[in-house]
């Protein structure tokens, strides 16, 4: 009891005023009750920055220079770019880069994503060719042979990771002038007819490029999408191929077996008719290539055949298309230098596999693959990954054509290479 008055004295004399035992209760209640509230107060915020210091802060990883390709040993670097929206030019960026790298030794080559972010677990990588606008101009003062794969999405609009080097690259124009005339390029759209502005993007990059100075090295593509844009773009690659030749081939490169003749001829335009000299280089495919395609046709690569469009009793046959080559000759040859067996295949030649395929099931997915339905794995499964025709052939080990469908519709003819003397190495 003593205890409690003297709790009582010490609070009036606190208070100033008389206190009863019922008055006490509530002023120490309410004294314990905003003690309490301090209390909680205070330790919800020490958990709250425990809270702070255990959450895990994403971080931004950028890659730094030590991503750039080796341009020692006197390779020549190589850039892939893609503006991509659904991925197909993205596929097409690495199938082009796949087979520059194994076409030519030569070649150091990379793919770019144009600029995009991408979350993985906690991090986010910045896959930007250039982190900010300044870089886009110090980066691609470095580049001398550039390929770029552009969609068109939308109402002729650049892709989501292109959009912010789209609006860089076509606003600020006047102020660069005519700054890349170090760059040689390539560009490859991809849009869809069925829309007002076809290509676009491609169309107005590739202008761009030519007016800051750049030197176009093969003409726009413009992929379809509405038609077969696979095919687009294997048509576009093989424009390329003979202009790539002289800026990426070494005399010692062994990669293809080539056989060659100069022809000559005189320029009719020509006030003076000046004579013009033209390498025509012949590309030839290696021994185990043609051992591999003598097996998949299941045929001796010594026979000896020829082709004819000519009735069993030698009459012609009207309108038919002329032989693909001449005969006779042995199956080993023709395949050596007449077939282009290392490209993948075009729609044209699965619909002809197709035909003369024993399993109903390869036959099947062989007319999927050319269906509308089965037009993206095609881009995927055989545009994308680049597969061969020997490559596709092997999938489907039933398919055996005749040898005048094989020629005829499977296997595009081995095209020769043609070179101007200022434009050979």
Request: proline letters at 5%.
């Amino acid at each position: 009891m003593s205890s409690n008055y003297d709790l009582v004295r010490t609070v009036e004399s606190v208070l100033g005023v008389s206190v009863s035992d019922s008055m006490l209760v509530v002023v120490t209640t309410s004294v314990a009750v905003v003690i309490g509230l301090l209390v909680f107060v205070w330790k919800k915020s020490s958990d709250r920055s425990k809270e702070a210091k255990l959450l895990a802060v994403p971080k931004v990883l950028v890659k730094e220079e030590e991503d750039e390709v080796d341009i020692g040993s006197g390779k020549t670097k190589v850039t892939v770019f893609f503006g991509t929206q659904t991925g197909t030019a993205e596929g097409f960026a690495k199938a082009l880069a796949e087979e520059i790298k194994a076409r030519y030794e030569k070649a150091a080559i990379k793919v770019v994503d144009l600029g995009t972010f991408r979350k993985s677990s906690n991090w986010w990588h910045v896959d930007d060719y250039a982190v900010d606008d300044d870089q886009y101009g110090e980066k691609l003062k470095k580049e001398t042979l550039a390929f770029l794969m552009l969609a068109t999405y939308g109402d002729g609009e650049p892709t989501d990771n292109a959009a912010r080097f789209y609006k860089w690259f076509t606003e600020g124009k006047d102020e660069r002038g005519t700054w890349l005339q170090h760059l040689t390029y390539g560009v490859f759209g991809l849009g869809n007819r069925q829309y007002e502005h076809f290509n676009k993007i491609g169309k107005i990059v590739d202008e761009e490029l030519s007016d800051q100075g750049a030197k176009r090295l093969v003409p726009l593509g413009l992929g379809d999408d509405d038609q077969s844009i696979e095919d687009d773009f294997v048509a576009w690659k093989e424009s390329l191929w003979p202009e790539l030749d002289p800026l990426l081939r070494d005399e010692d490169d062994v990669s293809f077996i080539f056989s060659c003749m100069v022809m000559f001829w005189y320029d009719l335009s020509s006030p003076d008719m000046k004579r013009v000299t033209m390498w025509v280089v012949f590309a030839e495919n290696c021994d185990e290539t043609v051992e591999e395609a003598g097996k998949l046709l299941g045929q001796d690569l010594d026979l000896l055949f020829s082709l004819h469009t000519d009735n069993e009793d030698g009459t012609p046959q009207g309108g038919s298309l002329p032989p693909p080559f001449p005969g006779p000759c042995t199956l080993r040859f023709a395949l050596a230098h007449y077939a282009d067996l290392l490209n993948p295949p075009r729609k044209a030649a699965l619909v002809a596999l197709a035909a003369h395929t024993s399993e109903p099931s390869e036959a099947d997915r062989l007319m999927f693959l050319t269906s509308p339905q089965g037009k993206d794995e095609y881009s995927k499964w055989v545009v994308g990954s680049q597969r061969s025709l020997l490559e596709v052939m092997a999938e489907f080990p039933s398919a055996k054509p005749p040898l005048g469908v094989f020629f005829a519709a499977v296997a595009p003819h081995l095209q020769p290479r043609y070179y101007s003397i200022s434009s050979s190495p």
